[in-house]
């Protein structure tokens, strides 16, 4: 799904921070549309319908505004994981939970898994540690239920959630390239089943 909006209306004052949500938005449709470096603040001030000088007031250059989105939606994926393992207290429905919120986030409205895990700024390091922070942090929190309810290590437990993570994503990315030709809920239970496989093989303590 890709926005085309046409611009918004400029004149109409806003407190600060539903300007800044505002040009939070804009800014994600033409990252999205164009990638950074085709991205040009003239269009998303346009996008916005505020001047460049508005623009700048918020964000200093388009590195910031684009750091800035990077950090509201990393946030929101590793919430959704958190959120997802926390939902129940049976293993297997959270293998399901927390692959399901990737299946979730790459068909949220406005494309943002593009940013987070498709950035083709990932070479500078601000971005990279963003995108980075995006995979340690959603592993950290299911490694941290595997190490509870098995004998594993730390490390084994945190290799372990890397490989989750990585396998829902990649999957959950894939899934919606191929234009959803199976439906959401039955490719989340598919994935599910196959990690929840590999995972439940492993002794529980206590």
Not at 3 to 32: C, I, K, N, Y
Not at 73 to 96: F, G, I, P, W, Y
Not at 191 to 205: K, Q, Y
């Amino acid at each position: 799904m890709t926005a085309t909006p046409d611009a918004r209306p400029r004149g109409t004052r806003l407190p600060r921070m539903a300007r800044r949500r505002q040009l939070l938005s804009a800014a994600q449709e033409v990252f999205v549309e164009n990638g950074y470096h085709a991205a040009a603040m003239d269009e998303i001030a346009e996008r916005a319908g505020v001047s460049k000088p508005v623009l700048y007031q918020h964000f200093p250059g388009k590195l910031e505004l684009y750091l800035a989105l990077l950090d509201l939606h990393v946030d929101d994926m590793v919430t959704r994981c958190r959120q997802a393992l926390e939902s129940t207290t049976d293993n297997k429905q959270r293998v399901q939970a927390a692959i399901g919120a990737f299946f979730d986030f790459v068909s949220s409205q406005g494309e943002a898994f593009r940013l987070v895990f498709e950035s083709d700024l990932r070479n500078v390091a601000p971005v990279r540690q963003r995108m980075e922070r995006s995979l340690h942090e959603s592993a950290e929190a299911i490694s941290r239920v595997i190490q509870e309810d098995t004998g594993c290590s730390s490390d084994e437990a945190h290799l372990l959630g890397v490989g989750l993570v990585g396998m829902a994503e990649v999957s959950a990315r894939y899934w919606l390239s191929s234009h959803g030709s199976i439906p959401k809920e039955a490719a989340t239970q598919l994935m599910a089943r196959l990690a929840w496989r590999g995972i439940s093989g492993f002794p529980r303590t206590g």
